[in-house]
C-alpha cells in the first residue's frame, strides 16, 4: 500500500515494496505549504522504520531563511530522530539547488544524488531486496545486519540514556540532544555508528518502535478495500480531506460566479471584497436592495499578502478572486494591507469624486480619506511580491521606469470598527485594519460606481 499526502506544491508518498518515502518538490512552497507536508513525509518515515527518504526535485526551488533554519533545526532532527540514515536527491535537470541541497544535508545524513527513482531504489539496494509477502514487512534496505540494541526493552532503553524507568519524554529528549551532540557532524565511522545507535535508544526509549509493532499487528488483523487497508483510507482522508473540501468549495463559486455572470442582466450591481478575511454578506446585500439596487451579487476571496505575520495565502482564493473579476463588479473592497498589491485592477476614481462627494451626508464625509497611488508605488510593490516569490532579481522592475503620478484608487474608512457593522472580520492578527472602496477597471457605468460607493458609505456612518 502506497501511502500518500498531496498538496498544491509538495506530493509525499510512502513507497511500501521499497520502504522509501518518496518527497516531489513541485515548485518553491514557503512556511505551511512547506513545513506541513514535510513532517508528514517525517511522520510516515518514522511510523514505517523507513531508512531512505528519495526527494525529486521537479523544479528549480529557493529555500527562505527561514525555512531553512526551519529545516536544521526542526526537519532533519525530526528525520534523524525517526531513523532515517540515507536522503537521496533526484535531479533529472542537472539543477543548481540540488548541490546547495546536498551541502545542506550531508553533516546529518547519508546524501546521495541520481537521476530517477529507479537509480535511488538502485543505489539503496531497494530494487534488490525481496519481498516475501504482500502483508510481511518492508525490508532493510541498507542490508545492514542486526544492531545490538534492537532488541532492547524500553526499560533497558532507559538504562543506556542513564534515565529513571519513570521518566517523560522531554526528559528522554533532552537526554538525547546532549548524546547525540557529541558524535553530530562528525564523519568518521565510529562517530556515525555511535549516532545512529543512540537514535536507534531513543526510538525505543520513547516508545515509538513499540507503537509501530503493535500497529503492524493490529493492521494485519484489518479488512481490505481496493487493496488498501482500512488505516490506511483513514490516513489518506485524514490528510487529504481538506484539499478535497476547499476544491469543492471554490469548484462551486466558481460555477455561481459563472451563473451570475450570464445572467447579468438580472442583477443591478456586483461588488467584490477582497483581503484577509471572512465576510457575511448579508447586511450590504439589505443595504443595497433598500436603496432600489435589486439582486446584487456581493461576493469575497481571502487573499493573503506579503506579510510579517507569517500569514499565507491559497491558490485557490486567488483562483476564486480571479473568478469573481469576470462578474465585472462595479464596486471593489479590500482590506487597507491588500489594495497596494493590487493597483492595476483599480480605475481612477476622479472622474467621479466630486459625484460620490456631494452623495454622501457629513458624517460619512468627515470618516473618510482619499488613497492615492502611483504606478511607481505599484512597482515597488510588485517587486515585494516577486521576492516574496523567490524569483530571480531580474525579474524586479525599476520603479523609476514608471511615472509617479498620484492616481485616486479609492476612499478609505479611518476607524477599523466599522468593518465589522459591514460584515467585514479581517484576519489580521496583530493590526487593525479598514477597509478601502474603488472602481473596478474595467466598470463602465460611473454612475453607478458612485451611487453604490455612497450608498455603502452612508450606511456604514449611519
Known sequence: MNEVFDSEHINVEYRKDDNIVLVVLKGTAIRDHFRTPMMHAADMVMRHS???????????????????????????ANLKKSGLETLVLIDSCGLPVVKKCAEFCEDRLDVKVCKSYDEARELTGAAKAEKTSEDTAAPDVTDKPESKVSKMTREEALDYMGLSHEADIKEIDDRFWQMSKLYRGKDDPESMAMEDEIAEVYDIASGRRDARLKEEKRKESEPKYFGRYKSDW???????????????????????????????????????LFGHMQFDNTYLKDTLVENNLLRPYVGAADIVVPNDEDQVGDQYMNTLFDAMLYTEPCV?????????????????????????????????KAGIEPVYMSEQDNARYQNILIEDNYADDSDLLDPSDYPDTPILIGFRITDPQLTSKLGVDCYWQDRETTLVLGQYKNSNDPDLTAKVITVILNAAFE
Not at 52 to 75: F, P, Q, R, S, Y
Not at 243 to 271: E, G, M, R, Y
Open 50 to 76: 523507513c531508512k531512505v527518504m528519495a526527494v525529486d526535485v521537479g523544479a528549480d526551488i529557493e529555500l527562505g531563511e527561514n525555512d531553512a533554519t526551519w529545516c536544521k533545526k526542526v526537519l532533519l
Open 234 to 272: 483513514q490516513n489518506i482522508i485524514q490528510y487529504n480531506w481538506r484539499n478535497w473540501l476547499l476544491a469543492a468549495v471554490v469548484t462551486v463559486s466558481a460555477i455561481i460566479v459563472i451563473v451570475s455572470v450570464l445572467n447579468n442582466t438580472k442583477s443591478d450591481c456586483a461588488i467584490v
Open 332 to 364: 471593489l473592497i479590500s482590506d487597507e494591507e491588500s489594495y497596494p498589491y493590487y493597483f492595476y485592477v483599480f480605475k481612477d476614481l476622479s472622474p467621479i469624486e466630486d459625484q460620490i462627494m456631494n452623495g454622501l451626508t457629513e458624517k460619512a
